[in-house]
């Protein structure tokens, strides 16, 4: 099964880095894009990438240690690189996740404009009518990414959004964080143990 995960730049890198984590250790073939902006919020939410001077690829493999994700069990693709496979419906993609989702993004995904590969492989997804979950992660919301939103939605595509529950006390972020992007694998039918199930 190849997955293809998009990060973001909204707050909220966690839920991207516990996402790679989950998915490696599930032992799928996964090609992970992390956006400009994403880095630029991974120096200020990640400790080991804190510093402002480090290049983009320190602060990625500092991302990547965090959440013991070795780049021998993910690819990653530059978020300009246009002509990766996954950019065509012809790369037979299982599944695609942008998670976190800006609104920057899900508005460009909503109005179908490509400008960079996480754009570009959402709009195929919904093109090819394969699954793509986005995870957005912004509050309060306007009317617009509400519209935005649905239209996503009424595209095929689902949204789910990073609003953790709490019926599984949580005791760190990570479980918090681990909610979320098990919610985001379910809807793929993906199975997972990431959270304790409501047993009523």
Same mark, same amino acid.
């Given at each position: 099964?190849? #997955?293809?995960?998009? !990060? %973001?730049?909204?707050?909220?890198?966690?839920?991207?880095?516990?996402?790679? =984590? @989950?998915?490696?250790? +599930?032992?799928?073939? #996964?090609?992970?894009? !992390? %956006?400009?902006?994403?880095?630029?919020?991974?120096?200020?939410?990640?400790? =080991? @990438?804190?510093?402002? +001077?480090?290049?983009?690829?320190?602060?990625?493999?500092?991302?990547?240690?965090?959440?013991?994700?070795?780049?021998?069990?993910?690819?990653?693709?530059?978020?300009?690189?246009?002509?990766?496979?996954?950019?065509?419906?012809?790369?037979?993609?299982?599944?695609?996740?942008?998670?976190?989702?800006?609104?920057?993004?899900?508005?460009?995904?909503?109005?179908?404009?490509?400008?960079?590969?996480?754009?570009?492989?959402?709009?195929?997804?919904?093109?090819?009518?394969?699954?793509?979950?986005?995870?957005?992660?912004?509050?309060?919301?306007?009317?617009?990414?509400?519209?935005?939103?649905?239209?996503?939605?009424?595209?095929?595509?689902?949204?789910?959004?990073?609003?953790?529950?709490?019926?599984?006390?949580?005791?760190?972020?990570?479980?918090?964080?681990?909610?979320?992007?098990?919610?985001?694998?379910?809807?793929?039918?993906?199975?997972?143990?990431?959270?304790?199930?409501?047993?009523?």
């Amino acid at each position: 099964m190849k #997955i293809f995960v998009g !990060i %973001s730049g909204a707050s909220g890198s966690i839920y991207g880095g516990r996402l790679l =984590l @989950a998915l490696s250790r +599930l032992e799928y073939e #996964i090609t992970a894009c !992390i %956006s400009d902006g994403a880095v630029e919020v991974m120096r200020h939410e990640e400790p =080991l @990438a804190a510093d402002p +001077l480090a290049s983009r690829e320190a602060v990625v493999d500092a991302f990547l240690a965090r959440y013991e994700v070795s780049e021998d069990e993910i690819t990653l693709a530059a978020p300009d690189d246009m002509a990766s496979a996954f950019a065509s419906g012809s790369s037979l993609a299982s599944a695609a996740i942008i998670c976190p989702c800006s609104m920057s993004t899900l508005a460009s995904i909503a109005a179908g404009i490509t400008r960079n590969l996480n754009q570009r492989v959402a709009d195929v997804m919904l093109k090819e009518s394969r699954p793509l979950v986005l995870v957005p992660r912004e509050t309060p919301l306007s009317e617009i990414h509400i519209r935005n939103m649905l239209t996503v939605k009424r595209a095929g595509g689902l949204v789910v959004p990073a609003m953790p529950g709490f019926y599984h006390h949580p005791e760190t972020v990570a479980d918090l964080a681990d909610f979320v992007v098990g919610k985001a694998l379910d809807v793929l039918r993906i199975q997972n143990e990431l959270f304790d199930r409501w047993k009523g």
